[in-house]
């Protein structure tokens, strides 16, 4: 049964975000990312799993090894979606530094 993720509850976790900053520069194969950290091959697996099924990972198998690498444009995607909430809390940051610089200034 292929369930859809939720691709905010996959980025939740910091080991899976941990593999999206590992292949984010290589393509890499399930061995090598499960090399880096200290939990169990299948545990790494799944996250693998989850990550793919959000489309963040793809999967391209070269004979007999299956390499994982980030899928760009589903990224741009979250950035997209998230970059309207970013700017909205810059602006609300700029605004509370200006009255605190001007309190400062005042006292």
């Not at 950290?37 to 090894?65: M, N, W, Y």
């Amino acid at each position: 049964m292929n369930l859809r993720r939720d691709v905010f509850q996959a980025i939740a976790d910091p080991t899976r975000r941990a593999i999206l900053v590992l292949v984010a520069s290589q393509s890499m194969t399930a061995g090598a990312i499960a090399s880096n950290f200290d939990t169990a091959r299948p545990t790494v697996s799944k996250h693998l799993q989850i990550l793919t099924e959000c489309e963040l990972l793809e999967k391209e198998q070269i004979g007999r090894e299956i390499n994982y690498h980030l899928n760009p444009q589903k990224v741009k995607e979250i950035a997209d979606f998230i970059e309207p909430f970013r700017k909205l809390w810059d602006d609300r940051f700029n605004k509370l530094e200006a009255i605190m610089k001007q309190y400062k200034t005042d006292n």
